[in-house]
């Protein structure tokens, strides 16, 4: 099949077998029918010939006694013994002679060769009828010596080749109509060969499909012991062998998000009393020394980083639980976001563009996350100035978020989302936790919107939000 793929690389299987038997047929069939018509039609005018030499001789034989030098009308009376209904001849000696051809030209290779003592003949097209023509010279034997010698007479006869013509015509015919029948039946054994081969292939393409989808339940029916049966049972080994991981690898997974939620939830406790501790601390830092006062700060500060950590890390297992839930609510946008700003002081630091009488039914808490992670990356990676600008789009809440900065490497932007990814492998530790934009896009979807992130010409990254204005109702 790889050579049939190179010449027809636009082609299906099944054209390409289909063409494949018929192309062999046709060729087959013309090799086998046109040698056999050739060699039929070569033997019917071979034999035509031969007889038609046997009796013109046995005719010649009634001319004699002729002279050597014949007269007009002796010529003429010897063109009629030669002639008969559907023959003409024509009988010459020197410059006289007797009887016509009906139409028929003697070529001067058949005169060169009858001059040479020979019998010979040639086909000729006598008013779009093919007949033969013959030719011959009388020799005359010596009374005295009894050598034969050229008597200067020479007989040209033609005949009609009517039956043989028809034979050769029925024989086309027979081989045309054999051609035919065989490409149909060279047909008719593509399309069985092409089922019992394609099928198999069919079935197979359609059980990888619903493999593919997940169901790891799917197994092939084995017919036969041929190689497509070998290729069922290695796809039925694989299917199985590639349940059984996926199997193992979704009870690993699922341990490993029981485990994170059970640390997650044991670590709310004591992070709660150190966060108490930390702000009683804070509050008398201004009298404590100036290192006591650094390690408090310090500490302070780890305990805000894993204890936001920690609710990153519950509300993913929550994500991947599919317990996350909206509590939808009639927001005005701009109300919400400048909320959200203010609440993380970050009202100087972002230029806005918040159009108001922007209201939408979404979930204010979710929105406060998005937003909060969309400008805080934008405030750590980018460059100011950052802006914020909310639009609505027919039936469409957009909120973009832009930075000045150098803006997201290609090979980082399908990674933008993942969970703890890195742009920057050498960085060991950063401010945040690696979850944020990968929240974010799940709040999103969770909304039945989307996230994106790309890079602006003039320079710099920008995230944009779109979130339907009513998503149908309470999830």
Partial sequence: MTGLRKFWPGWGLRTRLLLAFVLLSVLTTIAV???????????????????????????IQLLYPLPAQPSKDMLLNAAGKLADRDASALVTAGNVSGGSL???????????????????????????????????????????????????????????????????????????????????LALLLALA?????????????????RLGEGDLDTRLTIHGTDELAEVGKTFNTTAESLQHHVGELERMESDARRFVADVSHELRTPLAAMTAVTEVLEAEVA?????????????????HNLTRLVNDLIEVTRFDAGSASLALDEVDVAEAIGATLRARGWVDAVATELPPGVRARLDPRRLDVV????????????????????????????????????????????HVFDRFYKADTARSRSEGSGLGLAIA??????????????????????????????PGGDA
């Fill in 287 to 303: 009298g404590l020394p100036e290192i006591a006062g650094r390690a408090v700060r310090l500490v302070s500060q780890e305990t």
């Fill in 441 to 470: 896009w799940e709040n999103a979807k969770l909304h039945g919107g989307e996230l994106t992130a790309a890079n602006r010409p003039q320079g710099g990254a920008i995230f944009t939000l779109r979130l339907p204005l009513n």
């Fill in 193 to 209: 060969a092409a089922r019992s081969v394609l099928g198999p292939v069919r079935e197979l393409r359609r059980a990888a499909h």
């Fill in 102 to 184: 009906g139409g028929a030209r003697i070529s001067s290779e058949l005169r060169e060769q009858v001059d040479q003592g020979k019998i010979a003949w040639q086909r000729v097209d006598v008013g779009g009828e093919t007949r033969l023509l013959i030719g011959t010279q009388l020799r005359l034997t010596t009374s005295t010596s009894h050598v034969t010698e050229p008597s200067g007479i020479e007989i040209y006869v033609v005949q009609p080749l009517t039956a043989e013509s028809e034979s050769i015509a029925t024989l086309a015919r027979s081989a045309w109509l054999t051609g035919t029948g065989a490409v149909v």
């Fill in 371 to 414: 937003v909060a992670n969309l400008v805080g990356n934008a405030l750590r990676h980018g460059a100011p100035p950052v802006r914020l600008r909310l639009s609505a789009v027919e039936e469409s809440l957009m909120i973009e978020v832009t930075d000045e900065g150098h803006g997201l490497k290609e090979e980082v932007l399908p």
């Fill in 33 to 59: 029918a046109g040698f056999g018509y050739r060699t039929a039609r070569n033997t019917i005018l071979k034999n035509t010939q031969d007889n038609a030499v046997l009796e013109l001789r046995s005719r």
